[in-house]
């Protein structure tokens, strides 16, 4: 009896034995698997600079991986070899973000919802947004104003970031070719696209323009997405002002380098153009990359008629001072000037000087005055009605 008690206490003891080496194999198993967890999801904070999958990106919100699938993604060659990649926006988009209503209040047409970025991580351009309804109501106004006025002309937006100008320009029932390289702002402007039912009027671009095919990596700020940037810019930059040297002054930390993305030049555009679009006005938004980008657009201003560019130009005045920078500013503006564009303050009135550019405002509107009328200036050759 004695000896049957030991040998079932004995066996109950292996048994348990047992149990606990079981117990500490899956306590391992799970362990490694937790950290490898952890691992994954804060590999971009870990390692900035990688990114898993060729269709993945870091989210600017919270540093983590969205994954947007290959189907969305297709790529069209140019007719001078460059591979344009195109965002399909007629599939279903279940992303679900803070989508409000602008608040232009223009008479002839509709306002429109734009899915925008958390205010506290885009203080600008989503910020205002969300507070007010408007960005840029001065440039927008002298937008719409002119596109109300001419006829058939469509709208080519580069560097479109979250899609303002897109949007409303296919209120007017008008095509727009927006180009936006940040994967973030194109799944929101995908997202603003259905909801507002104007998948048949954009052609959405996933590159970024560049001054010839390659991969350049993107650069974001912080607290300001619309101001990313391709870092070739910062080979350019005096060394006070390299990447590695600009520091938040809030948050200590230089902008962020994203993702990479693959350029092309406005001159590839040419070669997705609908059959119809002949004419449009160009809005270019590319951080100082503008007078690199306009080294290789004369296919593109000789095959289309541009009564109109709206730039932003006070990024380019910072730069004058990046290596070869002045010289390819004065070469845009000598691009534009032969081909009769006059600038403007955004303010439809005020004409400016070519020669006095260092001092232009932010904000320029570039008018080709045998298309659309030049406020303020004796050779009134065209008119916009």
């Given amino acids: 009896m004695l000896l049957r008690y030991h040998r079932n206490l ?36 870990l390692f900035p600079r990688l990114v898993f999958g060729e269709f993945h990106l870091l989210s600017a919100e919270s540093n983590r991986t969205i994954n947007i699938r290959q189907s969305q993604l297709y790529q069209h060659e140019s007719s001078n070899g460059g591979i344009i990649t195109l965002y399909d926006v007629t599939q279903d988009n279940e992303w679900d973000f803070q989508c409000p209503k602008t608040k232009y209040n223009e008479e002839d047409i509709h306002d429109v919802k734009i899915c925008i970025y958390d205010p506290q991580h885009d203080e600008h351009v989503s910020g205002q947004l969300n507070d007010h309804g408007k960005w840029e109501p001065v440039v927008v106004r002298s937008f719409l104003r002119l596109l109300r006025t001419l006829p058939n002309t469509h709208v080519i937006d580069i560097g479109a970031n979250l899609g303002l100008y897109t949007l409303l320009a296919t209120q007017y029932d008008r095509h727009v070719i927006a180009v936006e390289p940040l994967y973030d702002s194109l799944i929101r402007l995908h997202k603003s696209i259905q909801l507002n039912d104007v998948q048949h009027h954009v052609t959405l671009v996933a590159n970024a323009i560049g001054i010839k095919h390659e991969r350049l990596s993107l650069n974001i700020v912080d607290k300001n997405l619309g101001a990313s940037y391709l870092s070739y810019l910062d080979e350019l930059a005096p060394p006070v002002k390299k990447i590695e040297n600009i520091v938040d002054q809030q948050h200590g930390f230089p902008p962020r380098v994203l993702a990479e993305v693959d350029t092309i030049t406005l001159d590839d555009l040419v070669s997705i153009f609908p059959i119809f679009f002949k004419r449009a006005i160009l809005k270019i938004d590319i951080e100082g990359f503008e007078a690199l980008a306009f080294s290789n657009a004369s296919l593109l201003f000789n095959r289309t008629e541009i009564p109109a560019i709206y730039m932003e130009f006070g990024k380019l005045i910072e730069m004058k001072y990046y290596r070869g920078m002045q010289q390819k500013i004065e070469d845009m503006l000598t691009f534009l000037k032969k081909r009769n564009y006059e600038p403007f303050e955004v303010n439809d009135i005020n004409h400016i000087l070519y020669d006095n550019w260092e001092s232009w405002p932010w904000d320029v509107a570039f008018r080709r005055c045998d298309i659309c009328r030049c406020p303020e200036m004796e050779k009134l050759v065209g008119s916009a009605e």
Avoid: A, T
């Fill in 10 to 45: 004995r066996l109950s003891s292996i048994f348990i034995d047992e149990i606990m080496k079981l117990m500490k194999r899956y306590v391992i198993v799970i362990g490694v698997f937790f950290l490898f967890y952890l691992f994954v999801s804060n590999k971009n904070r």
